[in-house]
């Protein structure tokens, strides 16, 4: 495989549940990020991880729990959320180092819908 | 604080149309990179552009060219002969540091509808 890959590309769960997302990238990166797509707000950045330091958005609730075990996997842990949390959850890659940032590659995404 | 303008929320033009979308930005630092990505209905953002903020060259890359104006703060997007395949929303962002790393700051997107 390619490129940014996310599993799985749909998913439904209730409020009670506990799920994860996962994001694999294949592209040699060091970086590796979460963002959050809703209808009524543009692409918020919620997690990054770079040279496995996070660097965690401090708006982020405490139900979205990220992990990140070695430079090419990323998770998102999921516990009590709400239908407000439904929406397009984005993984990205890229190089981190020097004195630029360099673009960010996206995988194609889980559209999440809580009931 | 760093900002993204995309004033246009959706245009919508028939094939073999130039289309241009805007982009504005804010920023207290002198030092900053500009990009540019589209998202398809797939759903995934694809890279089209980066570039720095000491290089005011325009770009082209085949239908797609860039015209960065600093003094005005704009990063536009020009498609020509458009094709129905370039139907999408197109995000512009800017970059702005963040911890060891850098963030994206995304505008709103604009959504290009091309008809046949």
């Known amino acids: 495989e390619t490129g940014v890959t996310q599993t799985p590309r749909h998913l439904v769960m209730g409020m009670t549940n506990k799920k994860s997302l996962k994001c694999e990238q294949h592209l040699g990166h060091n970086a590796m990020y979460w963002y959050k797509q809703s209808a009524k707000k543009p692409l918020e950045l919620m997690f990054v991880y770079s040279l496995e330091e996070r660097v965690e958005n401090n708006s982020v609730p405490s139900r979205f729990s990220p992990e990140c075990p070695n430079s090419s996997h990323l998770f998102l842990h999921l516990h009590t959320l709400q239908p407000e949390d439904s929406a397009l959850y984005l993984c990205?890659?890229?190089?981190?180092?020097?004195?630029?940032?360099?673009?960010?590659?996206f995988g194609p995404g889980t559209r999440l819908t809580v009931t | 604080a760093q900002k993204v303008t995309q004033a246009q929320t959706e245009i919508s033009v028939v094939e073999k149309e130039d289309v241009t979308l805007d982009c504005v930005y804010e920023t207290r630092d002198t030092t900053y990179y500009l990009f540019w990505y589209k998202q398809p209905p797939s759903g995934e953002l694809v890279f089209l552009i980066r570039?720095?903020?000491?290089?005011?060259q325009n770009e082209i890359s085949g239908r797609y060219s860039w015209n960065f104006q600093k003094s005005t703060s704009s990063f536009n997007f020009t498609i020509t002969a458009s094709q129905v395949v370039d139907s999408a929303v197109y995000f512009c962002a800017l970059s702005e540091p963040h911890g060891s790393s850098y963030k994206l700051i995304f505008g709103s997107g604009t959504r290009l509808l091309v008809r046949p």
């Open positions: 990205a890659s890229s190089h981190y180092g020097g004195l630029s940032p360099y673009e960010q590659y």
């Open positions: 570039r720095n903020s000491f290089d005011e």
